[in-house]
């Protein structure tokens, strides 16, 4: 590697000794005698045997070079003193840290997940895409996948088997319950291409993995430097889904409506105007069968028709029951404008159990 030989190149103005770096078959990567490269050293398979760091072998020392848990490669020196062993350990030292830094700085998942964490600076995106030749202005979304704990599982895995066009998707597993996926559109009107991708993702990991999922999606964006935004996005659909539609396994920040509001409201304004909304112990008051009937309504655009028949009652009695809530709430349901209050409070209410409850 050119990496490894200008390394040599630098450490031979030091010493009078040879140097050098082979891989784990003996083929030398790097060395101080130019004549050697490309030969294979017949001690590497000795040295690999062996359950010693260093493995001295015909006057020359050997020290392994593990990345990842890995026997990546070989560096050795000959000779075999002291000094030449110091210098042979911090020679290691230097390869290792070269091809870790060499393998992050071209590796193209890496580079997207420091995007969308913010680890890299704005002005570098635009350089470094065109170094990893990963195009910097298409138009992507990015869906973040979440699923319940568990070692077993492996999430990311199944996904990148879904969306294997590498150098147009991207797979990130962020940690043992989340997952990225940055998806590159044909335009950014794709909005059924992305309620497609999120159903294959939840039906799959539900039939693969038997895993219940949960998919919050960003907005689209035409550019890398932009896909930080949309991960928060897919973040934000996540929260605050869970607490205003916890039913549904697809969340898109574009679709979060009032609740997107509400959750970024201080929790003492929400509390205030609940005591606006309804006088001490209006709400309580509520039985489920009201809360039930309440819901079913609002569901069906304040139809008093369609309501009674899904709720299976006598319009007279669907029309009691609103009167009984006009009665404890002084909001009458008939009526847009208190609609709209009661139902921003509902919301309100659900976001403030949910916040009480955390903490």
Do not use: W
Not at 345 to 359: Q, R, S
């Amino acid at each position: 590697m050119i990496l490894f030989q200008n390394l040599v190149r630098q450490v031979k103005h030091l010493i009078n000794t040879e140097i050098g770096v082979i891989d784990e078959t003996g083929l030398v990567l790097a060395s101080s005698n130019d004549q050697k490269l490309g030969e294979t050293d017949p001690a590497a398979k000795e040295v690999a045997k062996s359950e010693e760091q260093v493995v001295f072998i015909e006057g020359k020392a050997y020290q392994k070079i593990f990345i990842k848990n890995k026997l990546e490669f070989i560096a050795y020196i000959a000779s075999c003193d002291e000094e030449s062993l110091r210098i042979l350990a911090l020679f290691s030292i230097n390869v290792a840290n070269i091809r870790v830094y060499n393998e992050e700085k071209f590796d193209k998942n890496n580079f997207i997940k420091n995007i969308i964490t913010d680890n890299i600076l704005p002005g570098d995106i635009h350089s470094r895409s065109k170094e990893l030749r990963v195009a910097y202005d298409a138009f992507r979304v990015v869906f973040l996948v979440k699923t319940e704990k568990n070692r077993d599982m492996h999430t990311h895995e199944v996904i990148q088997s879904l969306f294997p066009r590498k150098t147009k998707d991207f797979v990130i597993a962020l940690d043992s319950e989340s997952t990225a996926l940055i998806r590159e559109l044909k335009s950014k009107d794709s909005h059924e291409e992305i309620e497609k991708t999120a159903k294959i993702i939840v039906n799959t990991l539900s039939t693969e993995l038997m895993v219940k999922a949960s998919v919050g999606i960003g907005s689209v964006v035409d550019n890398l430097r932009d896909l930080g935004r949309s991960f928060k996005e897919a973040q934000t659909s996540l929260l605050v889904g869970g607490i205003f539609e916890s039913d549904k396994s697809i969340i898109n920040y574009n679709n979060l409506g009032i609740g997107r509001l509400i959750y970024q409201l201080p929790t003492t304004l929400c509390k205030l105007f609940l005591r606006e909304v309804f006088e001490e112990g209006a709400y309580e008051a509520l039985d489920d069968e009201i809360l039930l009937t309440i819901q079913k309504f609002f569901e069906n655009s304040l139809n008093i028709s369609e309501t009674s028949r899904q709720l299976y009652v006598h319009r007279n009695t669907l029309v009691y029951r609103l009167d009984k809530i006009q009665k404890l709430t002084g909001l009458d349901l008939r009526k847009f404008d208190d609609a709209i209050t009661f139902k921003v409070a509902l919301l309100v209410k659900k976001y403030l159990d949910k916040v009480e409850k955390t903490f």
